[in-house]
């Protein structure tokens, strides 16, 4: 068990670029998670999947953010268009269902130039 | 009514000392309360969590004290050290949702 697994650790990219970011949850972890957090704040929840189906998302979420897992297994945040105010770190995370306890990934900070 | 104010926040305590920090919430019907710790570049790691039909909870250096008249709770970190010093969120649950309000962080430095 390696923990959450996060890629890349660190994007930088031109305003209007599409960016994507992958998360691979602990295996067999059924529930996922992606937080947003801006510098000198909290973790935002985002969306959530459980297996292979997004139960939730955040108003937070514009039509430019699309997450995916297919399969159940790793999932992706998709950002197209991206704006300056999208940089950020984007967390992962992933817990059994029923249990309370995230176990986050190291994160991947995205700066939009 | 769905925010979790959190203070100080910042903190500085010499080593040894007791270190707290405070949370309050309006929304009642949060039912778990979880505190994660942060260090840079890294994603947050639980510390230790509680529920509301309890007052306290201990787990080793770490104590939550939780006031559910007042809608409070606060972490208690015993004899800090200076690996103590990171970001501490408070963070709470709303029952079935699994999805956490983050409180805003408090950046502890425990002086050696």
């Known amino acids: 068990d390696t923990g959450v697994s996060q890629n890349p650790r660190h994007k930088i990219t031109k305003r209007g670029q599409n960016v994507t970011f992958r998360c691979d949850p602990i295996?067999?972890?059924?529930?996922l998670y992606w937080y947003r957090q801006t510098l000198g704040q909290g973790p935002e929840f985002l969306t959530y999947?459980?297996?292979?189906?997004?139960?939730?998302k955040s108003r937070l979420l514009s039509d430019r953010f699309s997450a995916e897992r297919p399969k159940g297994s790793f999932s992706t945040l998709e950002i197209q268009r991206t704006e300056q105010g999208d940089s950020a770190m984007y967390l992962c995370a992933s817990s059994l269902s029923g249990s309370y306890g995230y176990t986050f990934g190291s994160g991947t900070r995205l700066t939009v130039v | 009514q769905q925010q979790v104010k959190q203070s100080p926040q910042s903190l500085i305590v010499q080593k040894g000392g007791i270190s707290i920090i405070n949370c309050a919430y309006e929304n009642t019907a949060f039912d778990y309360f979880p505190w994660y710790q942060q260090f840079p570049g890294k994603g947050p790691a639980l510390l230790i969590a509680i529920r509301p039909d309890v007052s306290e909870k201990k787990e080793g250096r770490f104590t939550i004290s939780f006031n559910k008249s007042a809608k409070q709770f606060s972490l208690h970190i015993m004899d800090s050290q200076p690996g103590d010093s990171a970001t501490y969120f408070c963070a709470a649950s709303i029952g079935g949702t699994y999805k956490y309000i983050f409180g805003t962080g408090t950046r502890l430095k425990v002086l050696a």
């Open positions: 999947f459980q297996n292979e189906a997004q139960l939730e």
């Open positions: 295996s067999e972890h059924n529930r």
